[in-house]
């Protein structure tokens, strides 16, 4: 199967260790972050994170489902945006929404 790089994007509670708990779905299926940004949102208590990672479809796919069954994870997306080849890239983002199982408070 091919590599695809992609980006996943999250809203959190801003909790203790919520970090490490994403961290080690993500090392337990073999996943790098390779690009990771995190921030607090407008509503307190609340924290967004940009995640980059490469990986097979069904990989992604399987970690995503994982990272939504964490408690702190209010919703999850997930965008396949670039195909691996080489240094080229050849393909436009596509938003799919994976999960929205809590809304925020």
Do not use: W
């Not at 609340?46 to 995640?51: A, G, R, Y």
């Not at 209010?74 to 999960?99: E, F, W, Y």
């Amino acid at each position: 199967m091919n590599e695809n790089i992609y980006f996943i994007t999250m809203n959190t509670e801003n909790t203790l260790c919520v970090l490490q708990r994403i961290s080690s779905v993500l090392s337990r299926n073999r996943i790098n972050i390779e690009q990771l940004t995190v921030f607090e949102t407008a509503n307190k208590g609340i924290s967004h994170f940009n995640l980059v990672v490469h990986g097979t479809q069904d990989k992604i796919e399987k970690i995503v489902k994982k990272l939504a069954n964490v408690i702190e994870v209010i919703d999850i997306n997930i965008t396949n945006c670039l195909p691996l080849q080489g240094s080229v890239i050849s393909d436009v983002p596509q938003n799919v929404k994976i999960a929205n199982h809590r809304k925020a408070a």
